[in-house]
């Protein structure tokens, strides 16, 4: 059996010849089995696949001894919400989130929503399958339950805000017909905004194209109706919403880096003293805010996995990355798509400011290239290149994710894929725009040149 969609943190891969129902059911009896769990969350996305898949894990699941209770359709971190909330062994969400639409897979937790990686049970799962051991799954013998957790989450959401402050803002929203309108309707009887929807009912196939707002050519429709109907903030997610980026009254897309920034100031404002963590692609502003507003700033590599790891480990109350993950203590030390723009909305309601103005003072202190990618033949060895070629100059060096370097008005960072043949490139100034766009272009200009002298 094709095997190719276990990953190192998550199964994915192409319907069918990657992944199927055949599949799904004996990686749910190798879950049930591996980690003995009693009693596991299934829940499903939006992909025309997902119903299917579902009902052929939980079989599986039900196989092994363990009961099943179905949330239905809904977004990742219900699943994670309902795991913790309801104190449950595991739990299973159906997804894919940005790939493309022939594409599906599972992201699974243990108890307290831990995840489930190659080092914590995945790489066993794979083993048992791949041995045999699941080719003859006997009669299910546990249960199915529907469990309706909408009104406990939404709950739960609400908890992260101070609803007396919130003022009536106008917001874009755009699910890009992924899961987020579902909870949007949800939650909105409760706030005093006025959303303009986008994109916004459920749809798995995805007819605005994937819902990932990380692609340029997927940000027009939001930023026109942030323009035409005079918002205050827009918001785009991902199709499994465990991300959400985010947009100024202006249209313009902003870095998730920045918003790392603005949330750690708030959680420290509230409860100072408490530990902040970070990725190593951007962290200047990250360390400034932190450390201003008497906080500790911890970096971590990149990575859910290792963030929620390091996050347990030092009791941090929240831990952000620039790709737009933001990773919470109260919510089992996991990523939410929906926390953040909350406490966004709580922020610009209580400064009445418009939120360019919030974030001018930031970039301009800290101006960043944004992640560019570049395709290598031979990765390892540009990387290695670039470390000599620095060297002298570097004040600080740190391998903690990849390569990165810090000089005296400027650092970058260089980090290889886990799964493409890609570098991916930070680079950030103090308060230099020119500098860090001159230093930018030179490193790219060099790994250029390394790539094509080695191959």
């Not at 179905?70 to 449950?88: A, L, P, R, W």
Request: some cysteine; glycine content about 8%; overall charge negative.
């Amino acid at each position: 059996m094709d095997l190719s969609c276990f990953k190192a943190y998550d199964i994915r891969g192409r319907i069918p010849d990657q992944l199927n129902v055949e599949l799904a059911e004996k990686i749910g009896f190798a879950y049930a089995s591996v980690l003995k769990t009693q009693r596991v969350v299934v829940g499903y996305d939006i992909r025309e696949s997902s119903p299917e898949l579902t009902e052929a894990l939980c079989k599986g699941l039900r196989s092994a001894g363990a009961d099943v209770y179905n949330i239905g359709m809904c977004g990742t971190e219900q699943v994670y919400f309902s795991t913790f909330h309801y104190q449950m062994d595991g739990g299973i969400m159906v997804t894919a989130s940005h790939n493309p639409k022939d594409y599906n897979g599972l992201k699974m937790v243990m108890k307290d929503s831990r995840p489930v990686n190659g080092d914590t049970g995945l790489n066993t799962i794979k083993a048992m399958i791949a041995s045999g051991e699941c080719d003859n799954i006997p009669e299910a013998t546990g249960a199915v339950h529907s469990l309706d957790a909408m009104g406990d989450y939404i709950q739960h959401l609400l908890g992260y805000i101070d609803l007396d402050a919130l003022k009536p803002l106008k917001i874009v929203v755009n699910p890009g017909h992924g899961g987020a309108g579902i909870v949007i309707d949800e939650i909105e009887r409760h706030l005093p905004f006025e959303f303009i929807k986008v994109h916004h009912n459920p749809d798995g196939s995805f007819p605005a194209g994937v819902p990932n707002p990380l692609l340029v050519e997927n940000r027009a429709s939001t930023q026109q109706a942030i323009i035409e109907h005079n918002a205050d903030f827009g918001i785009a997610w991902d199709g499994d919403f465990d991300r959400c980026f985010m947009f100024d009254e202006q249209g313009e897309f902003i870095e998730g880096y920045y918003i790392v920034g603005l949330l750690a100031q708030q959680f420290l404002s509230r409860h100072p003293g408490e530990k902040i963590i970070h990725d190593p692609r951007l962290t200047w502003n990250t360390q400034a805010v932190v450390t201003e507003f008497g906080g500790t700033p911890v970096e971590s590599k990149t990575g859910h996995a290792f963030i929620k790891q390091i996050m347990r480990e030092t009791d941090a109350i929240y831990g952000g990355e620039m790709s737009a993950h933001h990773y919470f203590r109260s919510f089992a030390y996991c990523d939410s798509g929906m926390i953040p723009w909350l406490l966004i909305a709580e922020l610009l309601s209580r400064q009445d400011a418009a939120f360019s103005s919030l974030l001018k003072e930031r970039m301009t202190a800290f101006p960043a290239s944004g992640e560019i990618n570049r395709t290598l033949t031979q990765p390892q060895q540009v990387l290695k290149g670039i470390e000599e070629q620095y060297a002298d100059q570097a004040i600080k060096v740190s391998h903690i994710d990849g390569l990165s370097m810090e000089f005296p008005g400027w650092r970058f960072n260089l980090r290889l894929s886990n799964t493409e043949p890609l570098a991916r490139l930070n680079v950030e100034s103090r308060g230099d725009q020119a500098l860090m766009e001159q230093q930018t272009q030179e490193i790219l200009t060099s790994i250029e040149s390394l790539d094509n002298s080695i191959s």
